[in-house]
């Protein structure tokens, strides 16, 4: 590789959780390379995250969902063809695929850097787009995944540390809870990990500190079932906040309490014990990383399968057996 780049495109864009597993590669990339500009790739929404983080110079900004929209097809042509050419006059001397997807194969493609690196046992055929290619298997975090990458590099990764972007005051959110609080995220991409939102209220009810409920507004029905169960125990923060505000309120409660979702992310970088209920998703590779965490988990031979959806064959045992009565003593007994 080239001992002094110039410039490195990061194409990672999207989801949440997966921008947040890539923290710990730009904080090691940019110590390697301290004076190269480094560019990010990211999806319109969670780009917000992001914006004007110290270690990042630029941000690419795809309108992932935008561009499906079939009935505005000229114009999406024409918004793709100015972001590829965007990035191909910057002249790339790295850029690395840490999606590993036929979307990021092509924008690999497109940038034209030097050097293209990703993973051989990537999907969607995105491996024929890279010039520089490792395995990086399926049996590990997602965080160690993308660090093997930035040790063909030479990058040092014996240290993991999250560069956080800059965070805003949230004092006209903490004036209105409690000091002492924990978080609940009771929503989930997928259907098949979100254990039942009436058992989250119940445990809710059970807690020694009051649980404030996160979720998008998207997902705001969720949390209005965990609250209406929670006998007035649960504060109900769906919605309320920006995705940089949501940082700065997990940074202040006691724990974390969720599905396999994206905040869970948030809560490990920042050193917060998380109990993580896990069904069909696999959490030795997208579990909270790091030694302080729990995960609360049924062991079924049918697990993990990475279903979206409720199972109907094995009546999905693997998130309706985890009871609200043993999540509520394993948190006591931490």
């Not at 990061?10 to 989801?15: D, E, G, L, T």
């Not at 480094?38 to 780009?47: D, E, P, R």
């Not at 924990?182 to 979100?194: D, L, Q, W």
């Not at 697990?303 to 394993?330: F, G, L, Q």
Request: aromatic residues 8%; hydrophobic residues 40%; proline residues 6%.
């Amino acid at each position: 590789m080239l001992e002094n780049p110039k410039k490195i495109l990061i194409i990672k864009p999207s989801a949440w959780g997966d921008i947040i597993h890539t923290l710990p590669f730009l904080d090691v990339v940019h110590k390697q390379f301290p004076n190269a500009e480094i560019h990010w790739v990211v999806a319109k929404g969670l780009h917000t995250f992001l914006e004007n983080h110290p270690l990042i110079h630029k941000l690419w900004i795809m309108d992932k969902d935008g561009w499906r929209d079939i009935k505005r097809s000229l114009q999406i042509t024409a918004e793709i063809n100015v972001f590829r050419k965007g990035l191909k006059n910057e002249q790339f001397d790295i850029s690395i695929d840490l999606s590993g997807l036929l979307r990021s194969g092509l924008i690999t493609w497109a940038a034209g850097a030097k050097y293209k690196l990703g993973f051989s046992d990537s999907d969607e055929g995105s491996p024929f787009f890279y010039t520089d290619k490792i395995v990086g298997g399926e049996k590990i975090h997602a965080i160690d995944r993308y660090l093997k990458l930035a040790r063909l590099l030479g990058c040092d990764i014996s240290t993991i540390n999250y560069p956080m972007p800059i965070l805003p005051d949230i004092s006209h959110l903490t004036d209105a809870i409690p000091e002492r609080f924990c978080i609940m995220a009771p929503s989930a991409g997928k259907e098949a990990n979100r254990w039942p939102a009436e058992r989250f209220g119940k445990l809710a009810a059970q807690l020694s500190i009051p649980a404030l409920i996160i979720a998008s507004r998207g997902d705001k029905k969720i949390a209005d079932k965990v609250v209406r169960a929670s006998n007035g125990k649960a504060i109900n923060m769906a919605g309320k906040t920006t995705l940089k505000e949501l940082v700065s309120l997990i940074s202040k409660c006691s724990y974390f309490i969720c599905n396999d979702t994206g905040p869970m992310h948030i809560a490990a970088a920042l050193n917060k014990p998380v109990f993580a209920l896990f069904g069909p998703a696999n959490p030795i590779r997208t579990g909270p990383y790091g030694k302080i965490h729990t995960i609360i988990q049924e062991k079924l031979k049918c697990s993990p399968c990475y279903a979206r959806k409720p199972c109907k064959k094995h009546n999905w045992h693997c998130m309706k057996d985890i009871t609200v009565e043993k999540v509520a003593s394993i948190i006591r007994a931490q």
